[in-house]
């Protein structure tokens, strides 16, 4: 065991220590605690809580990357994601928290008075939430196995253990504050290796302000190489690529159950609100700091790797070979490492950028903690949502509305423990790469939750058939396009399969829309109550008149 290994352990154990203890500290002891943490939980530390289900493995290991080796076609990433959160934060999420419901099928179900569409809505969440996580326990598995020195499949399933454990234990109530540990932990490891790196390249510790600098200077050695300038847009993919997988991370983003949930925990719509608020600048540190990353690794890679003798290159490109993760041929046998033999994973950018940049053993093992609390902490989040989505909106609202507490929470709590075994065991081996993956369950969701959230809160004349045929179509038309274009090789406009939520948005908005105009409207209590969500908390709408609390007439 060399120093590296045991300072990484050592992090990483402590880590898992406190996500632990804090779940052993907030167990769940009623259902209200399991699935929306009392309602108790404030506005600054919900934003944190936000942030960390929010930043996936996708995002701490993976945007970064995929900006470096995309260029300026990566920034689709960054914009559908923030304009998701935007559209969640000012146009949805208030007004689900004043419905006031534990889960997003709940509000569905009475929302449009169907329990066939609860149910669908349940499965739907089911289907998203579990493909997500795929991708969360196979990032958690690349990252301790590569800290741990450990097979992929080791790390995955203690990922899935660790997992299991403190979300069965403390719900939503234990899953909070650990979020927020966790939030606290990633995004320390996400920016003191940039600010160092920005350190070293431009003697400025703001990379959100230096690398623009680093831009120019990659443009001149694009240029000398010969090759297409980092800067220009749509070199990897179409135009209309570029904005369908935008608008799919946007709607997907804002339609995403166990993001919307948590919104859920807060007392009042102000809260959810601040929420928002709080959330947009803890997850803007990340985001506004993922390109400079990918400039940075980019000119390092191009600067001082590129261009080196083939038997005298950096120490740490020897470990990230071994790992399959970069790969480095000379190619034309001239003992020189040329920029085009040079083939790297987007996904290890970031877990080597402390190595590129020499900032030694402590950094690198508090990035493999980062990492690790990105991975678990969403992966949490989904579980909840399973377990929800099973114990309560089908157990309890379908099956057996009389169940006790107890029988609640244990359906739960076995609930989450199932759903991540079988979910670690697909994500042994993953369909696609971690962006992928998390790409299809943004294009699932923007094909179901997205148009009936939508529509449900900012249109009254939407009914329950509207809702049911929006959804199967919805569902049906994104899966049925990423399965043709990731086998089939089928597509239109050459929008691929990560960019299918604007066709099953489109075909869910249309159904919902026709099916509800020819079908009997919902009842004036339902409109009306559709119209009162628009309103603060403080004031309520009835029989086309606005009143304040106090049963004043507005």
């Known amino acids: 065991m060399d120093a590296q290994f045991l300072v990484s352990f050592g992090l990483i154990l402590a880590t898992f220590g406190l996500y632990i203890g804090i779940a052993l500290f907030n167990k769940a002891r009623q259902t209200s605690d399991f699935y929306v943490a009392g309602r108790s939980v404030p506005a600054v530390f919900n934003g944190m809580a936000i942030g960390a289900d929010w930043m996936s493995a996708a995002s701490f290991i993976g945007m970064a990357g995929t900006i470096m080796i995309m260029g300026y076609d990566g920034l689709a990433y960054i914009m559908g994601w923030t304009g998701g959160y935007l559209l969640l934060t000012f146009l949805l999420a208030?007004?689900?928290?004043?419905?006031?419901?534990?889960?997003?099928?709940?509000?569905?179900?009475?929302?449009?008075?169907?329990?066939?569409?609860?149910?669908?809505?349940?499965?739907?969440?089911?289907?998203?939430?579990?493909?997500?996580?795929?991708?969360?326990?196979?990032?958690?598995?690349?990252?301790?196995?590569?800290?741990?020195?450990?097979?992929?499949?080791?790390?995955?399933?203690?990922?899935?253990?660790?997992?299991?454990?403190?979300?069965?234990?403390?719900?939503?109530?234990?899953?909070?504050?650990?979020?927020?540990?966790?939030?606290?932990?990633?995004?320390?490891?996400?920016?003191?290796?940039?600010?160092?790196?920005?350190?070293?390249?431009?003697?400025?510790?703001?990379?959100?302000?230096?690398?623009?600098?680093?831009?120019?200077?990659?443009?001149?050695?694009?240029?000398?190489?010969?090759?297409?300038?980092?800067?220009?847009?749509?070199?990897?993919?179409?135009?209309?690529?570029?904005?369908?997988?935008?608008?799919?991370?946007?709607?997907?983003?804002?339609?995403?159950?166990?993001?919307?949930?948590?919104?859920?925990?807060?007392?009042?719509?102000?809260?959810?609100?601040?929420?928002?608020?709080?959330?947009?600048?803890?997850?803007?540190?990340?985001?506004?700091?993922?390109?400079?990353?990918?400039?940075?690794?980019?000119?390092?890679?191009?600067?001082?790797?590129?261009?080196?003798?083939?038997?005298?290159?950096?120490?740490?490109?020897?470990?990230?070979?071994?790992?399959?993760?970069?790969?480095?041929?000379?190619?034309?046998?001239?003992?020189?490492?040329?920029?085009?033999?040079?083939?790297?994973?987007?996904?290890?950018?970031?877990?080597?950028?402390?190595?590129?940049?020499?900032?030694?053993?402590?950094?690198?093992?508090?990035?493999?903690?980062?990492?690790?609390?990105?991975?678990?902490?969403?992966?949490?989040?989904?579980?909840?949502?399973?377990s929800a989505a099973l114990s309560h909106d089908i157990y309890y609202r379908s099956i057996n509305p009389h169940a006790s507490e107890e029988k609640r929470l244990a359906v739960g709590r076995w609930s989450i423990v199932i759903a991540t075994v079988v979910a670690g065991l697909v994500a042994l081996n993953p369909p696609g790469a971690i962006t992928q993956i998390v790409a299809w369950a943004f294009a699932l969701a923007s094909g179901s939750f997205f148009p009936a959230l939508l529509l449900g809160v900012w249109w009254k004349r939407s009914n329950g058939p509207g809702v049911i045929a929006g959804m199967v179509t919805g569902l049906s038309v994104s899966l049925a396009y990423i399965f043709a274009a990731k086998y089939g090789g089928f597509t239109i406009l050459g929008i691929v399969d990560t960019g299918a939520g604007v066709f099953g948005a489109s075909a869910a908005i249309v159904a919902n829309i026709v099916v509800s105009l020819l079908t009997k409207e919902p009842s004036q209590q339902v409109q009306d109550e559709v119209i009162d969500l628009r309103y603060p908390e403080e004031m309520t709408y009835k029989d086309g008149e606005v009143w304040i609390k106090d049963g004043t007439e507005g």
């Open 94 to 386: 208030p007004q689900l928290r004043k419905y006031g419901r534990y889960t997003v099928p709940e509000f569905i179900g009475d929302r449009y008075q169907s329990n066939t569409a609860r149910l669908i809505a349940a499965v739907a969440t089911i289907i998203i939430s579990f493909t997500y996580s795929i991708g969360q326990l196979s990032g958690s598995g690349v990252v301790i196995g590569r800290l741990l020195e450990v097979d992929v499949a080791v790390g995955t399933m203690i990922g899935v253990i660790l997992i299991a454990f403190y979300s069965a234990l403390g719900g939503m109530k234990g899953i909070t504050w650990t979020q927020v540990a966790q939030y606290l932990v990633l995004i320390i490891a996400y920016l003191i290796p940039v600010i160092f790196m920005s350190l070293q390249l431009t003697s400025n510790p703001m990379p959100w302000l230096s690398y623009g600098q680093v831009i120019g200077e990659l443009r001149e050695l694009d240029q000398a190489l010969g090759i297409t300038e980092y800067v220009v847009p749509f070199t990897e993919n179409t135009k209309w690529q570029f904005l369908a997988l935008m608008f799919t991370l946007m709607a997907g983003t804002a339609g995403l159950p166990h993001v919307i949930v948590r919104f859920y925990t807060v007392a009042t719509m102000k809260a959810a609100r601040w929420s928002g608020a709080w959330a947009l600048l803890f997850i803007g540190l990340l985001y506004l700091s993922a390109p400079a990353y990918a400039a940075f690794s980019r000119f390092i890679l191009m600067d001082q790797v590129a261009g080196s003798p083939i038997n005298n290159l950096p120490a740490w490109t020897t470990a990230w070979v071994d790992t399959g993760q970069l790969s480095v041929a000379d190619q034309n046998g001239d003992g020189v490492l040329q920029w085009a033999e040079i083939v790297i994973s987007k996904d290890i950018v970031v877990m080597a950028t402390p190595e590129i940049a020499n900032l030694g053993i402590f950094v690198i093992g508090l990035m493999a903690a980062g990492a690790m609390a990105a991975a678990l902490s969403t992966a949490g989040g989904l579980m909840i949502s399973i």
